[in-house]
């Protein structure tokens, strides 16, 4: 059996393929255009394993997506490919609407034909997973509560944007062609491999290079934080028991404001790695907010653990140690991730923030 991956080398994809491979021996067929955050040394253990065939390539190209289907006749497809990161979103949507939207539809109606052409077991065993996020919903005052799945669709940035149109879309193939989809909507995912753009990894990689740790605005936007572990345990509960036609909410139970997020990382970098310059909260710096910055996202995970049975089993506190630890302890990673283009990025969007150099 085999099961097609797009986004396999990315944080979460990757993740993903690495402990499919720990806890079974399906194949992967791993589909990734390799983006900026696409990246093979994270797929470097398992890119000579026999069970794992990575294709460099774009979603959006139907003529290779229904090679590939057909090649490799998958049971599955688990949908990560997307352009993630909301800041770039707003730099630049043009490429959020041609992978997250367009890529979607090709890659739906790729699978729509294929599955069409399945027959008893394999056509009734199909699944189309479809990975998408909390951002869909919007954003909650203080004393709202949390997201459940009849949550209205509110997206306010361009990324969730494009993600609120790709999940429409995976809806209506199932209520118009019949197609075996299910979609999960996670909160923010935090772990190893994850690429130094993001709030954890950045206020890391920054602290330890002694650069300033930018917080928008006033630092008191909440997220839902979730081990990327436990996302992916998450995805293969879904992908063996979920409910085609169904969404599932994905998250950790673990409310926090963003500025306790950088204070904790501070600490853990303080106990771990300290700095002869002093404690690395001197770091922080209060920056110019994030446009259209949704205030506070909770995730209300009741229905995947009385239907599925799941549960996260990280806490925060066991997770984001582990994270920090990995950073500390993977330098050649965290130094081949942030390139020249990297820096390119840290300079184009958080100036004299950045650290970069001019
Ligand atoms: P990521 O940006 O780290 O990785 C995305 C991957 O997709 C990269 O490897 C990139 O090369 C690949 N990709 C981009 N465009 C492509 C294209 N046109 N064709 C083929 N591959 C392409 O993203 P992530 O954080 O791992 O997120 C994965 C998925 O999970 C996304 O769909 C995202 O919306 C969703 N999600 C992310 C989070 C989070 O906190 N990171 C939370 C909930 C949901
Ligand atoms: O909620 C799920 C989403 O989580 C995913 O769908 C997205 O793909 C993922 O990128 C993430 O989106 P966020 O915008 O919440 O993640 P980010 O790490 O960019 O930011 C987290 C919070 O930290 C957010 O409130 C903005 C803030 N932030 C972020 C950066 C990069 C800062 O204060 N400073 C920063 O430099």
Redesign the pocket.
């Known amino acids: 059996m085999t099961i097609l991956v797009?986004?396999g080398?990315?944080?979460?994809?990757a993740n993903f393929v690495l402990d499919w491979l720990a806890v079974g021996d399906e194949r992967v067929v791993n589909?990734?255009?390799?983006?900026y955050?696409?990246n093979l040394k994270t797929l470097a253990g398992v890119l000579e394993d026999p069970r794992h065939v990575f294709v460099q390539?774009?979603?959006?190209d139907r003529g290779l997506v229904d090679g590939l289907l057909v090649q490799h006749q998958p049971r599955a497809i688990v949908h990560?490919?997307?352009?993630?990161?909301v800041d770039r979103s707003i730099h630049g949507p043009g490429e959020f609407v041609r992978?997250n939207v367009e890529?979607t539809f090709t890659l739906l109606e790729a699978a729509r034909a294929y599955w069409g052409r399945l027959e008893g077991d394999a056509s009734a065993d199909f699944r189309f997973l479809h990975?998408?996020?909390d951002e869909v919903y919007g954003s909650l005052e203080a004393h709202d509560a949390p997201f459940t799945e009849q949550h209205p669709y509110q997206p306010n940035s361009p990324y969730s944007a494009s993600?609120a149109a790709s999940d429409h879309l995976v809806r209506a193939w199932f209520h118009t062609y019949g197609l075996p989809v299910v979609t999960t909507n996670?909160?923010?995912?935090y772990g190893p491999y994850q690429?130094p753009e993001?709030l954890i990894p950045l206020m890391i990689v920054n602290a330890l290079a002694g650069r300033e740790l930018p917080v928008y605005g006033d630092g008191r936007n909440v997220r839902d934080w979730l081990y990327v572990g436990d996302h992916c345990a998450a995805i293969r509960r879904v992908l063996e028991a979920g409910v085609p036609g169904e969404t599932y909410n994905v998250g950790g139970w673990n409310e926090m404001a963003n500025i306790e997020i950088v204070e904790t990382v501070c600490r853990l970098l303080d106990a771990l790695r300290p700095s002869e310059l002093g404690p690395y909260g001197r770091l922080v710096r209060f920056v110019t907010d994030r446009p259209g910055h949704d205030r506070r996202y909770a995730i209300d995970a009741r229905k995947i653990e009385r239907e599925l049975g799941w549960r996260p089993k990280e806490t925060f506190e066991t997770g984001i140690r582990k994270t920090v630890e990995w950073y500390l302890s993977h330098t050649d990673w965290v130094v081949d991730v942030q390139s020249g283009a990297y820096r390119d990025w840290l300079s184009t969007h958080y100036g004299r923030h950045s650290g970069a150099p001019a």
Do not use: M, P, R, Y
């Open positions: 797009t986004g080398a990315g944080f979460i994809g589909l990734d255009k390799l983006t955050a696409g390539g774009d979603i959006c990560f490919a997307a352009e993630s990161h992978t890529g990975v998408s996020t993600k996670c909160s923010n995912n690429f993001k």
